[in-house]
């Protein structure tokens, strides 16, 4: 089993589509955790980082569950450009991040 | 978060050769990795580069075929030895924040014939 796991997709949603992507993670000495974004032939950028209490940042919202060990990421309104793979990572204070194999996103008009 | 420069972005090499790959950070970071991402497939953690020490190798990644060096704590370099067309891939540094955020290099892409 992976220490991280997401759904790959691929999603196709509309414009203006609300999508979701889950990730689960083994490690539970996993202290942090983050969402980048990869566009194709491109490196890995930040997305958000996801908090216990749950984040937003505008049309994006992530969310982490302790107990469950998931980590959800939800965008509303979708755009275009929000076509991209999504990496999950979880990261230890040993200073090791473990990347999910990704979410492939398109939003088609 | 700090930019990191790396360099070559893409090449093409011959089977057996070796190539280097350079990394300079804007500004100092403590940690820096190298990655590798090979098509269609997620990050793969192959070091963690130490400032004046040899590297952290994961499971599967040795010293012999991926010597890394990090004179200082802007600087690192990634040398993939011996290449055979496996080796195809990209190749990524980043360094890390401070509550272990990441940032990358743009990559290289390594295609071995």
């Known amino acids: 089993r992976k220490e991280v796991e997401q759904d790959p997709g691929p999603f196709n949603v509309p414009e203006g589509a609300t999508v979701a992507f889950n990730c689960t993670y083994s490690n539970s000495a996993s202290q942090s955790f983050f969402w980048y974004r990869q566009d194709c032939r491109k490196e890995p950028k930040l997305l958000m980082s996801v908090y216990s209490s749950g984040n937003e940042d505008g049309r994006f919202t992530a969310q982490l569950n302790r107990a469950s060990q998931y980590i959800s990421l939800l965008i509303r309104d979708s755009k275009l450009s929000d076509s991209a793979t999504y990496l999950c990572?979880?990261?230890?204070?040993?200073?090791?991040?473990?990347f999910g194999d990704g979410t492939t996103l398109t939003v088609k008009p | 978060s700090a930019v990191i420069s790396q360099k070559p972005s893409r090449d093409i090499c011959q089977r057996g050769t070796s190539l280097t790959i350079q990394c300079q950070v804007d500004s100092q970071v403590t940690m820096m990795f190298w990655y590798r991402q090979q098509p269609g497939q997620s990050l793969t953690l192959i070091a963690t580069?130490?400032?004046?020490?040899?590297?952290?190798?994961e499971s599967g990644f040795v010293i012999d075929k991926f010597p890394i060096s990090r004179p200082n704590l802007t600087f690192s370099t990634l040398t993939v030895s011996n290449m055979s067309p496996e080796d195809s891939s990209i190749y990524l540094c980043?360094?890390?924040?401070?509550?272990?955020?990441?940032?990358f290099g743009e990559g290289s892409r390594l295609t071995v014939l």
């Open positions: 990572v979880a990261y230890t204070n040993a200073g090791k991040s473990t």
């Open positions: 980043s360094g890390t924040g401070g509550s272990g955020e990441l940032f």
């Open positions: 580069a130490n400032q004046g020490s040899e590297a952290t190798y």
